[in-house]
């Protein structure tokens, strides 16, 4: 049996977690955390899963380093920066019996765990080089309180990669005057707009522009049940993954990173 707790367990996406660990033969669900809870019971877990929030998903995972908890972190906010820190905090993690790299814990930051948004962030990729433009747009439910989307922030870094690699310079985009926040963010050079709206869930389009066409790709999720098979897969697998930071699903969904 893997011992699971979970950070964030009062919330929209840590009670689902809980219900379908609890549902799963092969996983024990032994502490639940939210704001005012002890941490402690996370202690005796094989993987802490995080859905709390931005601002405290980092002492989090300081506290579970700590303790040499692995960890899945669905938490939105790891930018290439953020990103950087975590790989600090887990070199510095203390380890039983030195600090050899295979005893460091191992962290796996997933910004989406729906595994159609995880093809459709590798179908942007793979296409972005072939289009002088890539705008995203991200829509999602009235209550989440930061923009842009994790999933948006991530695949625009994986189209500025790609981009670069193919050696395009920016989107073209001649606007001269602007209404503030008319064009969207910049994020990874790429324009991300975000539309927060009551009923919708969390759904994403890439625009794909240039030579007289357009693709545009879009992914939508229309439950948090669609979340539930990639955190499964995740917290049965990051005991797998090399030792340190991984980000994504990609690896434990067995595509190409
Ligand atoms: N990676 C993904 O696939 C994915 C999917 C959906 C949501 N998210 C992200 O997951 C996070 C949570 O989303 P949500 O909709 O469940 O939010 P939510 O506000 O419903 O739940 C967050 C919960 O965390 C708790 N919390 C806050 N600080 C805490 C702390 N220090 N310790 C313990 N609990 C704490 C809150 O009390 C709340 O119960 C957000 O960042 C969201 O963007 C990621």
Same mark, same amino acid.
Do not use: Y
């Given at each position: 049996m893997i011992k699971v707790g979970v950070l964030g367990a009062k919330g929209r996406m840590g009670s689902l977690v809980c219900q379908t660990v609890q549902a %799963?033969?092969?996983?024990?669900?032994v502490a639940e955390v939210d704001v005012?809870?002890?941490?402690?019971?996370? !202690?005796?877990?094989?993987v802490v899963v995080d859905f709390t929030s931005p601002a405290a998903v980092m002492d989090n995972l300081r506290w579970c380093l700590r303790q040499g908890r692995n960890v899945v972190i669905g938490t939105s906010g790891f930018d290439a920066a953020r990103l950087a820190q975590v790989a600090g905090l887990i070199a510095d993690a203390p380890v039983d019996g030195g600090?050899?790299?295979?005893?460091l814990p191992k962290v796996l930051v997933v910004p989406n765990f729906s595994v159609g948004a995880v093809l459709m962030m590798k179908f942007a990729e793979q296409a %972005?080089?072939?289009?002088d433009s890539a705008e995203i747009i991200e829509l999602h439910h009235?209550?989440?309180?930061? !923009?842009?989307?994790g999933t948006a922030a991530r695949t625009a870094a994986m189209i500025k990669a790609a981009r670069a690699e193919a050696g395009l310079g920016a989107s073209p985009d001649a606007t001269?005057?602007?209404?503030?926040g008319a064009r969207g963010a910049m994020i990874e050079e790429v324009r991300v707009h975000s539309v927060r709206l009551a009923g919708l869930v969390a759904h994403q389009e890439v625009l794909l522009g240039g030579h007289g066409e357009t693709l545009t790709i879009r992914h939508d999720s229309?439950?948090?049940?669609?979340f539930m098979p990639g955190v499964l897969r995740a917290v049965r697998g990051v005991a797998s993954l090399p030792a340190g930071l991984t980000v994504g699903l990609d690896s434990l969904l067995g595509l190409p990173s």
């Open positions: %799963a033969e092969d996983l024990e669900l005012g809870d002890s941490r402690d019971p996370l !202690a005796n877990c094989d600090p050899s790299a295979e005893m %972005a080089r072939f289009f009235a209550a989440k309180v930061d !923009a842009p989307s001269t005057a602007e209404a503030p229309l439950d948090r049940a669609s």
